[in-house]
């Protein structure tokens, strides 16, 4: 079956980081690239960034620029995106989704940053 | 950066119904690449349409797109019940691939 699923919701203090997971299932892990997009409470959706799983070449959205961080792990097929210096308007659910045009999306993970 | 308009911000219709979806973009989308996605609560979004216009595997023909220079239309062409629901659009003919704000359609 193909599919993404992602790791479990997070809660973390300001300043902190977070690292989300994405693990492929049901293709070939390193032939899509894989984004990640977010969303915050009642708001839309928001381009993070892309990583190229064959690669690890990664391309950052300018406002998540130094600090994000993707990554992945071919090994296991999972992608990850780390967020650093947490603010309390990274509060959102963040979304792994393969490659344009997002034909395939993962169940979202739900980061809270709250003190 | 690409900025899509969309509008209205809602639509109140009846099941039935036609519903119009219009994004604008402030330029020109490269190739028409415009997608449609549609949101239920909780979940994750779910694309409809590609390329502006072709369907995604699996979506029935009541969903059609089309486009026109920076102006593009989503048309649900006789609403079910389970269309209710955000749909957004997105761009991603140029980086940083940007989405519009959403147009959500209500039961009237």
């Known amino acids: 079956q193909v599919q993404l699923v992602q790791s479990g919701a997070e809660v973390k203090k300001p300043g902190a980081s977070v690292k989300v997971s994405c693990k492929a299932s049901?293709?070939?892990?390193?032939?899509?690239?894989m984004h990640w997009v977010r969303q915050a409470p009642g708001q839309g959706l928001e381009w993070m960034g892309w990583?190229?799983?064959?690669?690890?070449?990664?391309n950052y959205a300018q406002k998540f620029q130094g600090r994000v961080t993707m990554t992945r792990d071919t090994s296991i097929r999972t992608a990850y995106m780390e967020l650093s210096r947490l603010r309390s308007d990274d509060t959102a659910v963040y979304y792994c989704?393969?490659?344009?045009?997002?034909?395939?999306w993962g169940q979202g993970t739900v980061v809270t940053v709250s003190s | 950066e690409i900025v899509l308009t969309q509008s209205p911000g809602t639509l109140s219709l009846s099941p039935g119904e036609r519903a119009t979806l219009s994004c604008r973009a402030s330029?020109?989308?490269?190739?028409?690449?415009l997608a449609w996605f549609q949101q239920k609560p909780g979940q994750a979004p779910r694309l409809l349409i590609y390329?502006?216009?072709t369907r995604a595997t699996g979506i029935p023909d009541r969903f059609s797109g089309s486009a026109s220079a920076t102006d593009f239309t989503l048309t649900i062409s006789r609403l079910e019940p389970e269309d209710f629901a955000v749909y957004y659009c997105q761009q991603y003919g140029s980086s940083p691939w940007t989405f519009g704000q959403g147009t959500k359609v209500e039961i009237k």
């Open positions: 330029q020109s989308v490269s190739s028409s690449y």
């Open positions: 390329g502006a216009s």
């Open positions: 989704a393969r490659d344009l045009p997002y034909g395939l």
């Open positions: 990583i190229n799983p064959d690669s690890g070449d990664a």
């Open positions: 049901g293709y070939t892990f390193t032939a899509y690239y």
